[in-house]
């Protein structure tokens, strides 16, 4: 059976600090919707007003962070990830982008919003396996992750991540 995909956008936030540093920014969404607790980027849904994908992505960035569009460079579209749990087909989109003096988080979706060097994420102790099991999935499965803080960044945001992550380093982009 072939399930309908809702189509999402987000933004993949990265910023150098004042000590020349990749900044990765990072939401963990708040408890009581099917996202829980998770880390994300800024984004979701596409909305009937939205005109394209990247305008779903500048909005909710937006909504949820306080990320003006005039502090938003987009640096290029990535490839789509799929959701394995909530039929999603998100588009992301690499974003060099001013960061503003305080955040202005959406307290009713967002919990937190984390700022984490990219050679963090490289680092191997960051990363992580762990059998997880959701009631879409047939049987458990082992589960890559990233260690951010106390929490894990795992599926759709690590499959989105993990491919630039090195590029990042490497200053593919001009950020």
């Known amino acids: 059976m072939n399930e309908v995909r809702q189509k999402a956008a987000v933004l993949v936030p990265v910023y150098r600090n004042d000590a020349g540093e990749l900044i990765l920014v990072l939401v963990r ?15 979701g849904k596409m909305s009937s007003t939205d005109h394209s994908l990247l305008n779903t992505a500048l909005r909710e960035s937006e909504e949820e962070i306080g990320l003006k569009k005039t502090n938003i460079e987009i640096l290029e579209q990535l490839p789509n990830v799929h959701t394995q749990t909530s039929q999603f087909d998100i588009t992301p989109f690499l974003a060099k982008i001013i960061r503003p003096i305080k955040w202005k988080r959406a307290e009713r979706e967002i919990e937190e919003i984390i700022e984490i060097p990219v050679k963090e994420l490289i680092n ?32 759709a945001t690590y499959r989105i991540l993990t491919p630039i992550l090195e590029k990042l380093l490497e200053q593919k982009w001009q950020i």
């Open 124 to 155: 191997p102790n960051a990363h992580g396996e762990e059998i997880k099991n959701f009631p879409q999935w047939p049987e458990p499965r082992n589960v890559p992750f990233y260690r951010v803080g106390k929490y894990q960044l795992w599926g």
């Open 29 to 43: 969404r708040t408890e009581g919707d099917i996202h829980s607790g998770q880390l994300a980027f800024p984004g």
